[in-house]
């Protein structure tokens, strides 16, 4: 199972409408799919190849998140590190200020940065996303997944717990 | 443990919170109030502490807000004051955004020490409250090393 998510603060169509279109294009049987739309005052994109919902309790999200294969969404770091640490190969699409999706671009910033790590996949566009899909897909279906630890690195939050209890 | 510094430890809810999750270590054991914005994020605080055996930490959630909502800001922001005038925080660490730069700003007007980590989203340059922040953080923190300057922010490592 594929599970897009929009996240629940601005909505991201260009996202969806690739992934809808990318749902039609594909051969029989269609690949499941479940997606968070977040839709937005006018003319957004529901999806029509595949099932949907504009908000997802925590619950709810969590689980679909732990089911999928693969997850697709915007390069926020909440969804990065979530990925990561569940082992879910990931694919994100930058919003980009300039098409209203975002206030700034650091979105792009965070893809560049983060770009090339195992079991992350940077799709710069619409047109890039049926390529990720595919190298996530078949990430997903390897043994040896990357996965990271659920917490940072012990030489950060040591360092930070002696400056919290006043030894740093 | 109980006698350590008692932390109030913020974020908003998403990305801020991922975040401030994953540097919980440094504050495993001790007296924690944790602060978001999101009423749900408190049964998986406590479903977590239980499964580790630690003292239920203490949670709160304000109201959320853009950066745009002044009226939702005043509201997180005297929210946010009688929290910290109740929990008397020894150290506030934060991860951003909004709540956590009121939580600072607060916090230091009651003595407590302040942690600002800004968010591995900024990788190009520090948030708007990340620099705003800078003045008020007794430990003022980018988790991009191309982004630490020897004036500050310092650069510790990242939580990923």
């Known amino acids: 199972m594929i599970f897009l998510t929009t996240g629940t603060q601005i909505p991201f169509d260009r996202l969806v409408r690739a992934m809808d279109a990318w ?21 957004s994109h529901a999806p029509r190849n595949f099932d949907w919902a504009e908000r997802l309790d925590p619950e709810r999200y969590a689980a679909l998140f732990a089911r999928a294969d693969v997850v697709v969404a915007h390069a926020g770091m909440g969804t990065i590190l979530t990925a990561l640490t569940g082992g879910k190969p990931l694919v994100v699409m930058p919003r980009r200020a300039a098409l209203g999706e975002h206030r700034n671009d650091h979105q792009i910033a965070t893809a ?22 595919d190298r996530a897909l078949a990430e997903a279906r390897r043994p040896d997944r990357p996965v990271i630890p659920p917490v940072a690195d012990p030489g950060f939050t040591d360092a930070l717990r002696a400056f919290l209890t006043g030894r740093g | 443990m109980q006698d350590g510094p008692k932390i109030m430890a913020v974020a908003s809810a998403g990305g801020h919170w991922v975040q401030l999750m994953r540097l919980s270590p440094a504050w495993h054991g001790l007296r924690v109030c944790y602060v ?37 800001l005043l509201v997180q922001l005297l929210q946010i004051a009688l929290l910290v005038r109740r929990e008397r925080p020894d150290v506030i660490v934060t991860t951003g955004a909004a709540p956590g730069y009121f939580a600072l700003r607060v916090g230091r007007l009651f003595g407590a020490r302040t942690v600002w980590i800004d968010s591995m989203a900024n990788a190009e340059e520090l948030s708007l409250s990340g620099r705003k922040a800078g003045r008020h953080a007794d430990l003022w923190l980018t988790q991009w090393e191309h982004l630490a300057r020897p004036g500050g922010p310092q650069f510790m490592g990242s939580v990923l």
């Open chain 1, 23 to 43: 749902v039609a294009a594909r051969p029989a049987p269609a690949p499941e799919v479940f997606g968070q739309v977040l839709l937005g005052k006018t003319g």
């Open chain 1, 112 to 133: 560049n940065r983060l770009r090339g790590r195992a079991g992350l996949h940077v799709a710069d566009d619409e047109t890039a996303l049926p390529g990720c899909l």
């Open chain 2, 36 to 72: 978001s914005t999101d009423p749900g994020l408190g049964p998986a605080l406590r479903a977590r502490a239980e499964a580790e055996g630690v003292p239920e930490p203490g949670f709160a959630a304000v109201t959320e807000a853009s950066r745009w909502e002044k009226r939702r």
